[in-house]
C-alpha cells in the first residue's frame, strides 16, 4: 500500500498493480446487503462496468451470471460496480446472481484508475459487441450518465493484495469467466509453490526424524 500511496503523491499514475496491497473497505450493494473488500473467506472479483443500460455490459455480465455457479465453486465473490445510481439500477432490474454496487460518483473508480476515453466506443475490436448488446437489449443510457467509461477488473485476496488485474481499452475489453477461473488458479499455484519451498536457514527434518514430521504434518505424506 505503501508503494501504490508514494506512486500518486508523486503525482504518477493512479493505476493499481498486481502486488499492491488495498485498506479495508465496505460497499453496500443495490440489495442493501454490505460487502467487505477484502473478504476473509474469499478471493474477490471487482469489476467496474459502464452505466447500467449499457448493452455491451449487459451481455458481458449475462455471460458471467450463465456460469456464476463455477465462479462460488472457485471460492471466487463477484462484485460489479457501475457508475449509475441505485435507483437507475434498480429500474433496469438486471436480476444477477452477485453483488451490485451503485457509484453515481465514481470515487471508487478514481481511487482504482477506472478511466473513461473516446477509444471506448471508437475502437472497433469494440463494434461486434456494441451491434450485439444494441440488438439484444437496445440502447439505455439514462441523461446525464457518462458514455465513454472504460472497463477494469481486479482480482483481491483475502488479505487485500492485487492478485491480477486489467484495465480495458475498450468497452468490450473485459476478463471473460474462463480468463477469471485462470487467473485465481494461477494465484493458488503461485502460493502453494511459495509454501513447498523452504525459506533460507529453515532447518530441514533429519531423516530419522521424517515419520515424526508427517505425523505432524510438516511434511507431505508418501503417495500409496
Avoid at 499492491?20 to 453496500?28: G, I
Avoid at 446487503?33 to 447500467?52: C, G, K, N, S, T
Avoid at 439500477?89 to 478511466?115: C, I, K, S, T
Amino acid at each position: 500500500m505503501l508503494n501504490l500511496l508514494a506512486r500518486r503523491a508523486s503525482g504518477g499514475a493512479a493505476r493499481l498493480r498486481a502486488g499492491d496491497r488495498l485498506p479495508p473497505r465496505e460497499l453496500v450493494t443495490t440489495r442493501d446487503r454490505r460487502i467487505r473488500i477484502p473478504d476473509p473467506r474469499h478471493v474477490v472479483h471487482l469489476q467496474f462496468r459502464r452505466f447500467a443500460g449499457c448493452p455491451v455490459c449487459k451481455l458481458h455480465l449475462r455471460s458471467i451470471a450463465q456460469r456464476h455457479d463455477e465462479l462460488v465453486k472457485a471460492g471466487i465473490l463477484e462484485v460489479a460496480v457501475f457508475h449509475s445510481s441505485s435507483e437507475v439500477l434498480r429500474r433496469h432490474d438486471l436480476a444477477l446472481p452477485f453483488a451490485v454496487v451503485a457509484n453515481p460518483q465514481q470515487q471508487l473508480y478514481r481511487e482504482f484508475g477506472v478511466e473513461a476515453s473516446l477509444r471506448s466506443v471508437l475502437d472497433p475490436r469494440a463494434w461486434a459487441a456494441i451491434a450485439r448488446g444494441l440488438s439484444t437489449f437496445g440502447a439505455g443510457r439514462d441523461a446525464g450518465e457518462p458514455a465513454l467509461g472504460l472497463p477494469a477488473d481486479f482480482l483481491i485476496g483475502s488479505a487485500g493484495e492485487v492478485l491480477a488485474c486489467k484495465y480495458g481499452t475498450h468497452a468490450d475489453d473485459h476478463w471473460s469467466v474462463d480468463e477469471i477461473l485462470e487467473h485465481a488458479r494461477a494465484t493458488d499455484r503461485e502460493a502453494s509453490a511459495a509454501r513447498a519451498t523452504p525459506r533460507p536457514g529453515a532447518a530441514q527434518p533429519e531423516a530419522g526424524h521424517a515419520d515424526a514430521a508427517r505425523w505432524h504434518g510438516t511434511l507431505p505424506h508418501p503417495a500409496v
